[in-house]
């Protein structure tokens, strides 16, 4: 899988980066040119933040977590999944800045989730 995944996040107004990892938290996709640090190294600790919240969710008979944010001072991250029952269960990770196109990357998140699965099936 190359960074052409990510594409359709990269035209949204205020998009710094991005990562695809897989249920391990193996990172099989990276974008982090607009950002500092190592995205590939904070993706797998993201991935576990997104796992905890699936178990969360399913303890609590909700269902499986879809899509989460996190608003931070200068940004916002959201992390979407492909699914559980997905035939390639995917985390997707991107970052925004805090004047970004958040519902445009929302759209983009859910449009680029079955891409990524497609790639790896």
Do not use: Q, W
């Not at 699936?54 to 200068?74: C, D, P, R, V, Y």
């Amino acid at each position: 899988m190359d960074e052409t995944v990510l594409e359709d996040l990269a035209s949204v107004k205020g998009y710094l980066g991005g990562a695809i990892n897989n249920y391990t938290g193996e990172c099989l996709v990276c974008d982090a040119a607009k950002l500092s640090g190592n995205l590939e190294e904070v993706s797998a600790t993201f991935n576990d933040v997104f796992r905890d919240a699936h178990k969360i969710s399913n303890t609590l008979k909700l269902g499986a977590t879809e899509i989460m944010e996190i608003h931070t001072e200068k940004s916002v991250v959201l992390m979407g999944c492909s699914g559980e029952d997905a035939r390639v269960h995917v985390h997707i990770f991107a970052v925004f800045s805090k004047d970004g196109n958040v519902a445009l990357g929302k759209m983009a998140l859910k449009k680029i989730l079955p891409k990524a699965v497609e790639m790896l099936s």
